[in-house]
């Protein structure tokens, strides 16, 4: 059910990406000329930024990066497992996923990554397309629940029962995708586990958001751990969310931006959109090329232990 769902939904999201191309590129121009705009009427506020108060705190960003991102591949690991034999060549895929993932259009990553299974005997290509449904979906979820939890316009027990609802869902999804043939409670802990893998990947990118802001934070404001992931989950499921657009470059930047400024003039929060799309970038790049040169050597001494035999 879920893999027929996956794939209806790949396609219509395929089908509105190309009725709408244009509306995406328009979007993208917006995008970058709002965020043009902000610099303008700040004065050129950014010339006058202490950029050398920076460089620690981007350093200890990457590093959180990176473990966000092992955290995400876990996940990716444990959905693909009852589905798939693993082996380094896992890795190996996913490392060139996260190269390519920064490129407009989440869709086509999710076809390149299974023209990358191709040659899979065990895993097919519509099995690949549902996993990566479920990577995406379940993290959004848990996103949305996060979100739902720092609405405080709501009532508390409003508050714990949606985002309860929203994480049940994402419960019964990863529970269901996973083999028949694992005990009951082991799929629940494997679903449980999946959910917190995800949570604290938002977390990891809230902690970013908070390290890089504190050069530039406010006397007044009150920034904590939770306000800034809740700002950078907002920000990040919106640009989940615009997937389907051929081009959504300067979308979550914008998002970001404008739910700092509470807390940060309008000049450090530009610096910190953009230092935010520098790290995530440089951290794929980093995590991408690690992986790659650790799987490609693993799989060559493979091969070379195949051909002594």
């Not at 299974?117 to 895993?123: A, R």
Request: hydrophobic content about 55%; proline content about 3%; charged content about 15%.
């Amino acid at each position: 059910m879920i893999q027929n769902f996956a794939q209806i939904w790949v396609n219509k999201i395929t089908e509105i990406r190309k009725r709408w191309r244009w509306f995406g590129y328009v979007l993208s121009v917006a995008a970058i000329l709002y965020l043009i705009v902000l610099l303008v009427y700040s004065g050129y506020k950014v010339k006058e930024v202490a950029w050398q108060d920076y460089w620690l705190p981007v350093l200890f960003s990457i590093i959180l990066c990176l473990i966000s991102h092992t955290l995400q591949f876990v996940v990716w690991v444990g959905l693909i497992a009852d589905h798939h034999r693993l082996g380094w060549d896992d890795l190996q895929y996913y490392a060139r996923f996260l190269m390519l993932r920064r490129l407009p259009g989440g869709i086509w990553q999710w076809v390149g990554r299974s023209s990358m299974y191709s040659g899979s005997e065990d895993f097919s290509s519509g099995a690949v397309i549902t996993a990566s449904f479920l990577e995406w979906f379940v993290l959004l979820l848990v996103g949305i629940s996060i979100i739902v939890a720092g609405l405080q316009s709501l009532p508390l027990y409003v508050v714990i029962l949606l985002s309860g609802l929203i994480l049940g869902v994402a419960m019964f999804l990863s529970y269901q995708w996973q083999s028949n043939t694992k005990t009951r409670p082991r799929r629940v802990f494997e679903a449980a586990l999946w959910i917190v893998l995800y949570g604290s990947a938002w977390i990891l990118g809230g902690a970013i958001v908070l390290i890089l802001a504190q050069p530039g934070l406010q006397p007044a404001a009150e920034l904590d751990l939770f306000r800034a992931t809740w700002i950078w989950t907002t920000a990040g499921s919106i640009g989940a969310l615009i997937i389907f657009l051929p081009a959504g470059l300067g979308i979550r930047d914008i998002s970001l931006v404008l739910l700092l400024q509470p807390y940060l003039p309008t000049a450090n929060a530009v610096v910190i959109s953009v230092l935010m799309r520098f790290i995530l970038i440089l951290g794929d790049t980093i995590w991408g090329l690690a992986g790659s040169l650790i799987s490609t050597k693993k799989l060559r001494q493979e091969d070379a232990a195949k051909n002594t035999i």
